[in-house]
């Protein structure tokens, strides 16, 4: 058999594999009995070890080693054997039976983690972190790396970026945020919320989330939504990429973000060409490109006045006590800035505080400067110094997001990455579209649709963050667009002179 025939064989049977071990993992956040998730820990870990085998086996060693010296492959090709010869090397320094060991206790804290945060008590789920955190150091020393350990283990995310870039990147953003947001709060008008409260039913919180899919075109032919405690967007494989939300009785714009923000997710993944399938390509440019989707759709579209002036009527409809109120008002009442204990519910503005904060103390546990068991106090110490409240509880302070639970570390930056990169590409995406407030007005969406899978979702993972930035955007990534946005937006939503 040719080698890139083989070669291609190899990718679509670790795609195979990969597909199964994304539905069992969609099914333990969303459907499993409780009793069930021992076993399902040892199916996960069963298969993701097979996964893993095949990701750096010698054949697979031997594939990319002829291939890397052919000239004769497209373009894709060329790409899937760049992006799968560099996860390879990286890959094979990890013994398979240690991966497989991690799979396993992996599944088995992030059910810690639930029942832990469920009951508020981080005595629960201790131990496990302890486990997390020993695995994480341990891959980043398998990776290696130049500087620090972190950095590491941000490359499995972010490729390219390391700790001491985004230092320079946190430094001047904080510098303009932390100042901005408290002249938000002393000098600014707070929007008016009140008609917006009440008890909004889960189903009539999902039919809200359904017409914001749709009219964002996300293919409900190739996906579902689901409740589920954090949400999540997981592609099960290609024409089913499937999304979920939560919904808060008293917060009836939680679960409209929350829609729109995964929806974001999926529009890119359900964007990615057939031709990239099991390819190694077939999914986002990097985690921080990916964030970028999914805060479009959330931020840039779902918090401005252009989008309420088309979705307005549509939640009078479905929510009546909101047909008393203007576009603007809905605008308005979308965009108010509150310093608040969990980062999902965070506004826009105070967001990259929260994954600052998560930063500082991550990078801590993996060099060691960080215990696990003094979490708790540094959680609540850094959120009085960057945001100026702090958690009574658990649940709302160190135990409120999944990602430690599974060992993902140096994940964290990608979603402050993520904003910043969004305005970039927004402001672009603005330049190119003609009358592009005013269709987005009309509820057409289509445009900037198209706009994003020409621009980023064709390519997959055939360029890594900052080079796609750059086609995209003719720049270097820069986090001014997303400062120029902020301040322009909020000094408007609050009257500030």
Not at 101 to 117: D, G, L, N
Not at 433 to 447: P, T, V
């Amino acid at each position: 058999m040719d080698t890139l025939v083989a070669y291609k064989e190899h990718l679509r049977e670790i795609g195979k594999l990969e597909s199964a071990v994304s539905l069992l993992g969609w099914d333990q956040r969303t459907n499993l009995p409780r009793k069930g998730h021992p076993a399902r820990a040892e199916v996960i870990g069963k298969l993701t070890k097979m996964v893993f085998e095949l990701s750096v086996s010698d054949k697979l060693g031997e594939y990319l080693s002829e291939l890397e010296s052919r000239d004769s492959l497209s373009q894709v090709e060329q790409a899937s054997v760049r992006v799968v010869g560099k996860a390879y090397r990286r890959h094979k320094a990890i013994p398979p039976a240690f991966y497989e060991e991690y799979a396993v206790a992996a599944a088995r804290s992030e059910t810690a983690w639930e029942e832990a945060k469920e009951k508020s008590d981080f005595s629960l789920f201790k131990e496990h972190l302890e486990r997390m955190v020993d695995y994480a150091r341990k891959f980043a020393e398998y990776y290696g790396y130049k500087d620090s350990p972190y950095d590491a283990l941000i490359e499995e995310f972010e490729p390219g970026m390391t700790s001491t870039e985004l230092k320079t990147i946190i430094a001047p953003l904080r510098e303009e945020l932390v100042p901005f947001i408290k002249r938000l709060m002393q000098e600014g008008k707070r929007p008016d919320d009140t008609f917006m409260r009440g008890t909004f039913p889960d189903d009539v919180q999902r039919a809200l989330s359904l017409k914001a899919l749709e009219a964002m075109n996300y293919d409900f032919d190739a996906g579902r939504l689901d409740p589920t405690v954090h949400p999540f967007t997981t592609t099960i494989g290609p024409g089913d990429v499937r999304i979920t939300t939560r919904f808060l009785p008293h917060n009836i714009l939680s679960g409209l973000a929350s829609s729109m923000h995964e929806g974001g997710h999926a529009l890119y993944d359900q964007g990615i060409p057939d031709e990239l399938r099991w390819s190694g390509l077939d999914e986002g440019a990097s985690f921080g490109i990916h964030e970028s989707q999914s805060r479009t759709w959330e931020n840039l579209v779902g918090r401005s006045r252009s989008f309420w002036k088309f979705f307005a009527p549509i939640a009078g409809e479905i929510i009546p006590q909101l047909s008393s109120a203007s576009a603007e008002d809905l605008y308005r009442a979308a965009n108010i800035v509150e310093p608040s204990l969990v980062r999902v519910e965070a506004d826009e503005v105070t967001y990259n505080l929260h994954i600052m904060l998560r930063f500082e103390l991550e990078e801590g546990l993996i060099t060691g400067k960080t215990n696990v068991a003094d979490l708790p106090e540094l959680w609540r110490d850094a959120m009085k110094r960057y945001l100026g409240v702090v958690p009574e509880d658990d649940a709302h302070g160190v135990l409120q997001d999944v990602h430690w639970s599974s060992g993902l570390f140096g994940y964290f930056p990608s979603y402050m990455l993520g904003n910043l990169y969004s305005a970039q590409f927004f402001a672009a995406a603005r330049k190119d579209i003609a009358d592009f407030d005013e269709k987005i007005a009309s509820g057409n969406l289509s445009d900037l649709l198209s706009w994003l899978r020409k621009n980023i979702h064709q390519y997959g993972k055939m360029y890594e963050p900052k080079e796609l930035i750059e086609r995209v955007t003719g720049e270097k990534p820069d986090p001014s667009y997303f400062v120029r946005y902020i301040v322009d937006k909020y000094t408007d939503v609050y009257d500030l002179h």
